[in-house]
């Protein structure tokens, strides 16, 4: 099964949490007791977050954290590859491959083509477009 896994996820609604950097800042605590989410989690989160430059962090009493960008700039690419990598749905779509098969197989070009379909669609859908209800999918098509 393909599915985003929770820590996107829950980065995901931690994102949801923060202002942007222009209308200050919110503890790591404070988010966690707003979604109900550990406080340890929420600030593993954010420190991903931070170091992929998604989020901006400021020390003293009126630190926190904050998006370093507007919600419609931020996509959900962004958020998953800050959280998990690269996105490749097959080995052979990595950097680092491993595969002991990629050479002699034929299936390599439609994973692909799969996951350049799925990166273009992770790149199209904001933040901001995350946090809107109801969320209207485009259709996607996979022939050539």
């Not at 430059?53 to 958020?79: D, F, M």
Request: charged share 20%; with cysteine.
């Amino acid at each position: 099964m393909l599915k985003i896994s929770k820590l996107v996820d829950h980065g995901t609604l931690v994102l949801s949490q923060l202002p942007h950097k222009d209308h200050g800042y919110i503890s790591a605590s404070n988010v966690a007791q707003k979604i109900n989410l550990s406080p340890s989690n929420v600030s593993k989160i954010l420190k991903l977050m931070n170091k992929s430059q998604l989020v901006k962090s400021e020390r003293g009493a009126n630190g926190g954290y904050a998006l370093n960008s507007q919600p419609e700039k931020i996509t959900a690419a962004h958020i998953l590859t800050a959280l998990e990598g690269p996105i490749a749905i097959t080995e052979c779509l990595t950097d680092a491959t491993n595969c002991k098969v990629e050479q002699t197989c034929s299936m390599g070009h439609g994973w692909k083509k799969i996951n350049h379909l799925i990166q273009d669609a992770l790149s199209t859908m904001t933040l901001k477009e995350l946090q809107e209800k109801p969320i209207h999918f485009k259709s996607l098509t996979l022939r050539s």
